[in-house]
């Protein structure tokens, strides 16, 4: 990273995900992956695949895999709000 304003960046693909009855999460029917970056504000930090991420409207969102950023590009992405410490497992269908 070059200047000291800034943070560090980073592409996380991910699914909207649901709380089935049993508190188990399950991914919302007709879902494809949608990118969200690291902001910098974000809170926590990220594990990997199969970690819970809140999005900034509050939606849950499993992620399946990062990819670098150049903090220039960070304005082409939305940022996302915040890590849990959920996990769950990758869902098959989304798995590389």
């Known amino acids: 990273m070059g200047k000291s304003n800034q943070y560090p960046t980073e592409i996380l693909y991910g699914v909207m995900v ?15 992956l949608h990118p969200w970056r690291i902001g910098k504000h974000t809170k926590g930090q990220v594990v990997g695949p199969g970690q819970i991420f809140l999005t900034e409207k509050n939606q849950k969102v499993v992620l399946i895999k990062t990819a670098p950023l150049a903090f220039k590009n960070r304005h082409n992405y939305q ?11 990758v869902p098959a269908d989304f798995q590389e």
Do not use: C, L, N, W
């Open 79 to 89: 940022p996302m709000g915040r890590f849990t410490s959920e996990m769950m497992v």
């Open 18 to 32: 649901t709380e089935g009855k049993s508190g188990d999460y399950q991914v919302k029917h007709g879902q494809k």
